[in-house]
């Protein structure tokens, strides 16, 4: 089992509705991240946090330490939004920048 | 602008061949990463370097090499030992103090294919 998982692995949308995507985990950590990684495959960092929720225009990443889990919004969804969306932690106990990723959720935003 | 380049975005080898993909940031991070991802996996650590002239292999370090002689730079050499090395491979930056609570930034990536 991977100590990160992540649902759905895909998931396809019409423009404007409300999406979530989810995270789990089996270690304890000091921060979890949020990555979108384009098409053309550079990635991103969209959020790192350890507690509470972050927002950044219409992405918003909560983060439950006590159940292990993270989600990511977006709100009214575009066709430009479409990329896989990556979830890692910083697990307890190695280097701070140390990472473990999940697979990634691809996402497609049809007009 | 502050980032990290990696060069060549496209590589091809031959079988027996060592390959080197080059990766150099500007962001003045002490620490660099190299991972490499395969479909439908999550990136998987290669090797990683929190300071010059010191590297630590990662997860998935059999058939790699790397160098830290510059903190600018950390290239990867894929050598014939490496018996499958068709995949795309990201490096990536950030300052190694946990206290800083920075994200890493990567780089755009090499897509590399066996001939």
């Known amino acids: 089992k991977n100590e990160v998982e992540q649902s759905p692995q895909n998931l396809t949308a019409q423009e404007g509705e409300f999406i979530t995507i989810n995270c789990s985990y089996s270690?304890?950590?000091?921060?979890l991240h949020w990555l979108q990684q384009h098409p053309g495959g550079g990635i991103v960092s969209l959020f790192m946090l350890s507690s509470g929720k972050k927002k950044h225009g219409r992405l918003i990443a909560t983060i439950n330490i006590q159940e292990k889990h993270s989600s990511l919004h977006i709100t009214a969804s575009h066709p430009r939004d479409s990329a896989v969306y990556i979830c890692a932690v910083s697990p307890l106990g190695t280097s701070g920048s140390r990472l473990t990723f999940g697979e990634g959720t691809q996402l497609t935003v049809n007009p | 602008d502050g980032g990290i380049t990696q060069s060549p975005k496209y590589l091809f080898r031959k079988e027996g061949q060592n390959v080197t993909l080059s990766c150099e940031q500007n962001?003045?991070?002490?620490?660099m990463y190299w991972y490499r991802q395969d479909p439908g996996q999550g990136l998987r650590l290669i090797y990683y370097s929190q300071i010059v002239n010191d590297f630590q292999k990662g997860d998935i370090a059999e058939g790699y090499s790397v160098s830290r002689e510059k903190k600018e730079s950390f290239p990867l050499t894929v050598t014939s030992a490496q018996k499958n090395p068709t995949a795309f491979y990201l490096c990536?930056?950030?300052?190694?103090?946990?206290?800083?609570?920075?994200?890493?930034?990567f780089g755009d990536g090499t897509r590399l294919s066996i001939l």
């Open positions: 962001l003045n991070h002490d620490a």
């Open positions: 270690v304890g950590i000091s921060a």
């Open positions: 990536a930056s950030s300052t190694p103090r946990q206290a800083d609570n920075q994200p890493q930034h």
